[in-house]
């Protein structure tokens, strides 16, 4: 996770998994490309792809059983010569339906990956920063066994979750043990608050989702190992409110926003996206904050080894008042200890 270029210490502003080496992207050798899209899926779990608004391949990220894989594609390969005839005629209406909104859109199409195995794939296509989009792939044929055409909303709410926060995996190496820590912690801490277990549903499906606005960001500035210049810090700024954008497409998404739209607030105003201070930052989003930052600090990092528990009990205390609230931090340090 980065935060604001003014935060200290600086350690705190890295998202959790660059330095993770089963998280870093390797090259392999792609399947010939004549074979399209089946041939891939029938090496990964996931796929992310970045295009331009031509529609040409910038990147391929896969996700199998050991991590992140990095396709190569060949130079100016467009999406819709890998498609698959009956995914290019939904593609096209998709992408029709995209351009006029510029707004997320998905559909669900049925492929074969071999003569014996047929599954059941979401494509979702995502606006992103500096005219890209998104197109992230994945199976959903669980979802389909469980629901049939999903008109169960609890499943719909959860598949739509599941897919952002695998989405979000690929684009920025996010690790998904990283996720689970915040959630857990999060709804342990608004236990102990004594929050009512409805709230612990829209927490939890608030944290899994409370970066994933990050995935419209460029790799160039995602992934940047140094210092973000102020343009750089500007986009990377915007992820809060562009999650908002995407998830308005869940069914009452309402109670599910304010961890990610808020989640870099701070008690004194000097956070972001919206300058709120004290009470004004929604409850969820400032026991997030605790969460996200403590897992930041104990996680490894390129340039530091993890920060001991007390130490980081010690940061969150001294940033009481100032970055966390302070009637929430004792019970948080409390829980921890």
């Keep these: 996770m980065k935060l604001d ?13 660059i330095g993770r080496q089963a998280s870093h992207p390797s090259s392999v050798a792609v399947p010939d490309s004549n074979q399209g899209l089946r041939a891939l899926l029938q090496n ?10 031509n ?34 005629r939904k593609y096209d209406l998709a992408i029709k ?14 492929l074969a990956t071999s003569p014996s195995l047929v599954h059941w794939y979401e494509f979702r296509l995502i606006p992103a920063v500096e005219d890209q989009i998104v197109l992230f792939i994945w199976n959903v044929n669980h979802y389909r066994r469980v629901s049939g055409t999903v008109p169960n909303l609890p499943f719909s709410v959860d ?16 690790t998904e043990d990283h996720t689970r820590r915040v959630t857990e912690m999060t709804v342990q801490l608004a236990r102990q608050l004594g929050l009512p277990e409805e709230d612990m549903r829209h927490l939890r499906r608030g944290a899994q989702v409370h970066d994933i606005g990050k995935i419209a960001i460029p790799d160039s500035i995602l992934l940047k190992p140094g210092k973000l210049t102020e343009e750089e810090w500007s986009i990377m700024h915007q992820h809060p409110l562009i999650a908002v954008e995407m998830l308005k497409a869940i069914p009452d998404a309402e109670p599910i926003l304010a961890i990610p739209r808020s989640h870099h607030e701070r008690w004194d105003g000097s956070g972001y996206p919206d300058k ?25 990092r390129p340039y530091r080894r993890a ?6 009990l010690a940061y969150i205390h001294s940033q009481t008042g100032r970055h966390f609230d302070p009637t929430l931090a004792s019970e948080f340090i409390r829980m921890m200890t």
């Design 55 to 88: 529609g040409n391949i910038l990147n391929c990220k896969a996700r199998i059983a050991s991590g992140i894989v990095l396709f190569p594609m060949p130079a100016q390969l467009s999406i819709l010569e890998i498609l698959p005839a009956t995914v290019r």
């Design 307 to 312: 920060w001991s528990t007390p130490s980081t």
């Design 159 to 174: 598949k739509m979750i599941e897919g952002w926060s695998r989405s979000l995996y690929l684009r920025d190496l996010e």
């Design 97 to 110: 339906n995209y351009q006029s909104t510029n707004r997320f859109i998905a559909f669900e199409s049925m």
């Design 276 to 300: 709120l201070a004290g009470e004004d930052i929604p409850l969820h989003a400032r026991i997030f904050a605790f969460a996200d930052v403590y897992d930041a600090l104990t996680s490894d």
């Design 44 to 53: 990964v779990d996931d796929l992310l792809f970045v295009l331009d608004t």
């Design 5 to 17: 270029s003014t935060a200290k210490p600086r350690s705190v502003v890295s998202h959790t998994s």
